[in-house]
């Protein structure tokens, strides 16, 4: 009996170091069979209590339902006039790349998923999970949107779910253009970042967007809008991320920076579409 | 029958870890529920089952985050290890045991994971930050292990993992 023990604690050793130095390929596949596996209940248990929650609040928000129903109405008229006014854009704009010979923009299609997880299970990343995968046709690096704005990248994809860096976290970086100047930069998450007042650090540990590399020529100005640029290769251009909140030189003084406020609320998200270029289209456009 | 109650609890737990939301103005704290299933079988269990756990928990917080394969249960079973060096010093019924070791091996967790994701140049947090996120994680964690040991020991005794009057005597 004592053997047999001695060679289990044997094998868990083992077992970790194989799995310390386990290759890539054989790694993302036990992921995504596991996250496969996780996803049905997780989906269940998210979208259960999102139900739960939305019985509670159609007993106790019917006048909000109606004033909402109302503004949405208004909504949908200014969005089609603004439909109807891009559709005579793009018409001019075919016709004009075809007079010059360009080639055809690349073309994207979205594809819708809800959100079934929210910030990933070690905590040391801001993430979603979203349940449409590799079956949709959603791979690692592409653009993640919502009606408001920019949300983020996919980054891990299994068949059946996504998982989503959101443009908040460090680790995410986007290309990105002032809309009023023209002005290139490079928007990252503030992530957790110390602040000045060792106090508020403890309270409040979340910081805005960050602009980085913007020429100093350019003259920001608080609520200039700021759309991706389509550099980086990953987000197509012209998505919207933010507006600038403050700006200043860089303590290098080589450049300016901006604080930048999403243009998406990144924690009501419920609903996202992941940008999936369709294949074949043109070349002008990454 | 350990193995599959292992598997279950350590997916439950992931579940309920993944489906409490994140503390962001506590630095991203967690409430992390696999850690306490690794206390349980720290405290409770012998040592080749405990660290059958660990490797276990460990496997499920790996594979369903970013975090690369085998880091967790590389730290889980380390912690798993010092739990049972001196678990015969202690009351493992006691709440405060629970507590004290959810929040210990929380912490140390914590700590050892930003460690193993700085040095890998998966996540370079500020040290300031790294330490809020552990206390708070460490706090969640001792008030959750004393209920999540319950627990697991109760569904060990139904199943006859372990005495059933010693579980329900927990």
């Given at each position: 009996m004592f053997e047999y023990r001695k060679l289990i604690?044997?094998?868990?050793?083992?077992?970790?170091?194989?799995?310390?130095?386990?290759?890539?390929?054989?790694?993302?596949?036990?992921?995504?069979?596991?996250?496969?596996?996780?996803?049905?209940?997780?989906?269940?248990?998210?979208?259960?209590?999102?139900?739960?929650?939305?019985?509670?609040?159609?007993?106790?928000?019917?006048?909000?339902?109606?004033?909402?129903?109302?503004?949405?109405?208004?909504?949908?008229?200014?969005?089609?006039?603004?439909?109807?006014?891009?559709?005579?854009?793009?018409?001019?704009?075919?016709?004009?790349?075809?007079?010059?010979?360009?080639?055809?923009?690349?073309?994207?299609?979205?594809?819708?998923g809800e959100v079934i997880g929210r910030g990933d299970p070690s905590g040391w990343w801001q993430m979603i999970r979203i349940n449409c995968g590799s079956d949709d046709g959603v791979r690692p690096n592409l653009a993640v949107i919502s009606p408001q704005g920019?949300?983020?990248?996919?980054?891990?994809?299994?068949?059946?779910?996504?998982?989503?860096?959101?443009?908040?976290?460090?680790?995410?970086?986007?290309?990105?253009?002032?809309?009023?100047?023209?002005?290139?930069?490079v928007v990252r998450g503030g992530g957790v970042r110390p602040t000045a007042d060792p106090e508020l650090e403890l309270l409040y540990l979340i910081e805005a967007l960050r602009m980085?590399?913007?020429?100093?020529?350019?003259?920001?100005?608080?609520?200039?809008?700021?759309?991706?640029?389509?550099?980086?290769?990953?987000?197509?251009?012209?998505?919207?991320?933010?507006?600038?909140?403050?700006?200043?030189?860089?303590?290098?003084g080589l450049y300016q920076r901006a604080a930048i406020v999403p243009s998406a609320d990144l924690r009501q998200l419920r609903f996202v579409s992941v940008v999936v270029p369709v294949e074949g289209g043109g070349a002008d456009n990454p | 029958?350990?193995?599959?109650?292992?598997?279950?609890?350590?997916?439950?737990?992931?579940?309920?870890?993944?489906?409490?939301?994140?503390?962001?103005?506590?630095?991203?704290?967690?409430?992390?529920?696999?850690?306490?299933?690794?206390v349980y079988y720290a405290l409770y269990r012998e040592t080749h089952v405990a660290l059958c756990g660990a490797f276990v928990a460990g496997l499920m917080h790996d594979v369903l985050s970013p975090v690369p394969l085998g880091y967790s249960s590389f730290m889980l079973i380390i912690l798993t290890f010092v739990i049972g060096r001196v678990r015969h010093l202690v009351h493992p019924d006691a709440i405060i045991t629970g507590m004290f070791f959810g929040g210990f091996i929380t912490l140390a967790f914590t700590i050892g994971m930003h460690l193993l994701l700085y040095y890998g140049g998966h996540a370079r947090w500020p040290w300031s930050m790294v330490w809020v996120k552990a206390l708070w994680q460490a706090l969640l964690a001792a008030l959750v292990t004393p209920w999540v040991c319950l627990l697991c020991r109760r569904l060990d005794g139904w199943v006859g993992n372990v005495e059933v009057r010693e579980a329900f005597h927990a």
């Open positions: 604690v044997c094998l868990v050793l083992l077992a970790t170091v194989v799995l310390l130095n386990v290759p890539h390929f054989w790694a993302m596949r036990l992921r995504s069979s596991s996250r496969d596996v996780i996803a049905p209940f997780q989906s269940a248990l998210t979208l259960g209590g999102g139900r739960l929650r939305e019985s509670l609040d159609s007993l106790t928000g019917a006048r909000r339902v109606m004033r909402e129903k109302n503004r949405q109405a208004v909504e949908i008229t200014r969005l089609q006039f603004l439909v109807d006014q891009y559709s005579a854009l793009a018409d001019e704009n075919r016709e004009l790349r075809e007079l010059l010979n360009f080639n055809e923009r690349m073309p994207y299609r979205l594809v819708v920019l949300i983020g990248k996919t980054t891990e994809v299994s068949g059946q779910t996504s998982d989503v860096l959101l443009i908040t976290d460090p680790n995410c970086r986007v290309a990105c253009r002032l809309l009023r100047t023209g002005g290139l930069g980085d590399y913007i020429s100093l020529n350019q003259q920001l100005q608080p609520d200039d809008i700021v759309v991706t640029s389509g550099l980086g290769g990953i987000f197509p251009e012209g998505l919207r991320v933010g507006r600038v909140k403050s700006a200043g030189t860089e303590p290098g | 029958m350990n193995l599959i109650i292992m598997l279950l609890v350590s997916m439950a737990a992931a579940l309920l870890q993944m489906l409490v939301p994140v503390l962001n103005w506590a630095g991203q704290a967690r409430l992390l529920v696999l850690a306490a299933v690794a």
